[in-house]
């Protein structure tokens, strides 16, 4: 059978194209690469509770043998959202005595805080509230205050909410890597301002050092399971309360507007593509359902516009700085300095780096 010469650029299985994704490739089935990426990580993750079982009962024994005579068994993240909801309540579920850490970077919802609230409380979870000062960039600071709380509380295991079935999907170039300092450090030093980045956990050589020797392991607890989406949020609003945001990681107002404005329009990358395409590989959606679903509007303008001013407020800046922003060419992480960059392999020649700094400055 020909295919369609259109075709060639759309996934035959997803809903990802090569006009969202140019380094696409696809397979004489018209399958995509990130298809088939999937289908990898996800033969190694159970499709039933029967299979299940084994290797999830073995990790409870683990970190119940770790929290022996210590307070807490394992550290969990808490946003609010629907992974970490349930892997607080499959903990519980399981006996296990896990501290949750909630980060609060001053964009919570307000549903996201009453859900949280729902949850310790239904649970009865001891919860460490942690501020970030600096709105930007949270999962960078979230990655070395989980490891710092779980240092100062002496717990070896922290679940994370990683998972193939729902966020395996990314093409390249939608996101970046968190953990990268030198392209913090870089963009800030040349978009930053006059702000200062004082209180900001940049994870630095002598937090990585420490972070290596702590012996702390992550979990991912999901993968461990059969992870259906629509049966998990029945099952968390049935037994803890929880509501329902209106999008994937909506519990924050900084990443509906992100995912749901920022990076569509300045970036045309629409992020719900590739979340989308991971429930039809995960089989938890057909093609057909997940186009309809596409169809729909991100969010409601009315709702965009009170974002927008919000935003813009927290931020300290104007709209028409804003404008300006949106206007401006879009930048690759990858144009700053980064981990992959040649004074972060070989720290070695660091007393020099002043100077390619200033040579860089007057090339530019
Ligand atoms: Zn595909």
């Not at 259109?6 to 990130?34: M, W, Y």
């Not at 001053?106 to 509230?129: F, H, P």
């Not at 870089?186 to 020797?213: E, T």
Request: hydrophobic fraction near 35%; include cysteine; glycine fraction near 4%.
């Amino acid at each position: 059978m020909t295919v369609p010469e259109q075709n060639h650029f759309a996934c035959s299985r997803c809903i990802l194209t090569k006009a969202d994704a140019p380094n696409l490739t696809f397979d004489e089935d018209g399958v995509c690469d990130q298809c088939r990426s999937f289908d990898i990580a996800y033969a190694k993750v159970p499709r039933t509770w029967d299979e299940a079982e084994p290797e999830l009962n073995r990790t409870v024994e683990q970190l119940k043998a770790a929290g022996k005579g210590k307070p807490y068994d394992c550290l969990i993240g808490l946003s609010g959202g629907v992974d970490s909801t349930y892997i607080a309540y499959l903990m519980k579920q399981h006996g296990l005595r896990p501290l949750a850490v909630h980060f609060d970077n001053g964009w919570n919802t307000e549903l996201a805080v009453e859900n949280i609230d729902r949850i310790v409380t239904r649970l009865n979870i001891d919860l460490v509230t942690y501020v970030i000062d600096i709105e930007v960039l949270t999962d960078h600071a979230i990655f070395w205050a989980l490891y710092d709380i779980a240092m100062r509380n002496r717990i070896k295991y922290i679940i994370s909410g990683v998972n193939v079935a729902t966020e395996h999907i990314m093409p390249d170039g939608w996101n970046y890597e968190k953990y990268d300092a030198y392209n913090i450090m870089d963009i800030y030093r040349k978009h930053g301002g006059a702000r200062k980045l004082s209180n900001y956990p940049l994870m630095d050589r002598r937090k990585w050092r420490k972070l290596m020797r702590s012996g702390i392991e992550q979990i991912q607890i999901l993968n461990l399971i059969p992870y259906d989406v629509a049966e998990v949020r029945e099952t968390i609003e049935r037994e803890l309360g929880w509501r329902p945001y209106t999008g994937k990681h909506h519990e924050s107002i900084f990443t509906r507007f992100y995912q749901g404005y920022l990076l569509p329009r300045k970036f045309g990358v629409d992020k719900r593509k590739a979340h989308l395409s991971n429930l039809v590989c995960s089989g938890q959606m057909t093609r057909d359902e997940a186009l309809r679903e596409f169809q729909q509007e991100i969010y409601s303008p009315e709702e965009q516009r009170e974002d927008l001013e919000f935003v813009c407020k927290k931020l300290q800046i104007s709209q028409e700085e804003f404008e300006d922003f949106m206007r401006a060419p879009p930048r690759r992480h990858l144009d700053f300095e980064n981990h992959k960059w040649f004074f972060a392999r070989y720290p070695i020649f660091k007393p020099l780096l002043p100077l390619w700094r200033l040579y860089k400055r007057r090339t530019a």
